[in-house]
T-cell receptor, first 116, second 118 residues
Framework: AQTVTQSQPEMSVQEAETVTLSCTYD???????LFWYKQPPSRQMILVIR??????QNATENRFSVNFQKAAKSFSLKISDSQLGDTAMYFC?????????????FGAGTILRVKS | DTGVSQDPRHKITKRGQNVTFRCDPI?????LYWYRQTLGQGPEFLTY????????KSRLLSDRFSAERPKGSFSTLEIQRTEQGDSAMYLC????????????????FGPGTRLTVL
């Protein structure tokens, strides 16, 4: 079974600085999909960034980028120029190839606090 | 595009009562998912529909849980004889599915229904 591990329960960062959230996963599949979702306090979960495992290039979305290390099964999220609105719970999620189902497997999450 | 909506947002019930939640997906999305999230944890998959067909169910979905998507649009999740352990946030998500949705088949989440069983 696939598992996702987020080893940092909580992180803090000063406004305008850079922070990296860690995620590792376990799978025997070669072709899969990885996601980072953000869940602000008392608000709904929104997609931050996604990565297809067959793509070697790391995904970027404005201030958000990933470091995808397929051999190490690592998928970290880098947030540059942190803003107060980035304060949220961040979840790393794994989705296997379509033929093995469509469910997302989530990590336990990392609480990120951006301080002014 | 109004996003995924869920109703009610909060539900408080007494142990042993039945509850039903509703999810309206993004209008063109043919896939719909239910997840359960307990405090401080990541969501756990419950079940998945493609159109009106329920294609996958988790072991977490006991006999007291049932989900439907009768016309391939909105979905309902019913919990019968609720227990205190059912207290959680119930999240609904939808996706477009390939080929239009692309191979990643990204899921978009609703605001959730928070259930408290007393």
């Amino acid at each position: 079974a696939q598992t996702v591990t987020q080893s940092q329960p909580e992180m803090s960062v000063q406004e305008a600085e850079t922070v990296t959230l860690s995620c590792t996963y376990d799978t025997s599949e070669n072709n899969y999909y990885l996601f980072w979702y953000k869940q602000p306090p008392s608000r709904q979960m929104i997609l931050v960034i996604r990565q297809e495992a067959y793509k070697q290039q790391n995904a970027t979305e404005n201030r958000f980028s990933v470091n995808f290390q397929k051999a190490a099964k690592s998928f970290s999220l880098k947030i540059s120029d942190s803003q107060l609105g980035d304060t949220a719970m961040y979840f790393c999620a794994f989705r296997p190839p379509m033929e093995y189902g469509n469910k997302l497997v989530f990590g336990a999450g990392t609480i990120l606090r951006v301080k002014s | 595009d109004t996003g995924v909506s869920q109703d009610p947002r909060h539900k408080i019930t007494k142990r042993g009562q039945n509850v039903t939640f509703r999810c309206d997906p993004i209008s063109e999305h043919n896939r719909l998912y239910w997840y359960r999230q307990t405090l401080g944890q990541g969501p756990e998959f419950l079940t998945y529909f493609q159109n009106e067909a329920q294609l996958e169910k988790s072991r977490l979905l006991s006999d007291r849980f049932s989900a439907e998507r009768p016309k391939g649009s909105f979905s309902t999740l019913e919990i019968q004889r609720t227990e205190q352990g059912d207290s959680a946030m119930y999240l609904c998500a939808s996706s477009l599915g390939p080929p239009l949705g692309g191979p990643s088949d990204t899921q978009y989440f609703g605001p959730g229904t928070r259930l408290t069983v007393l």
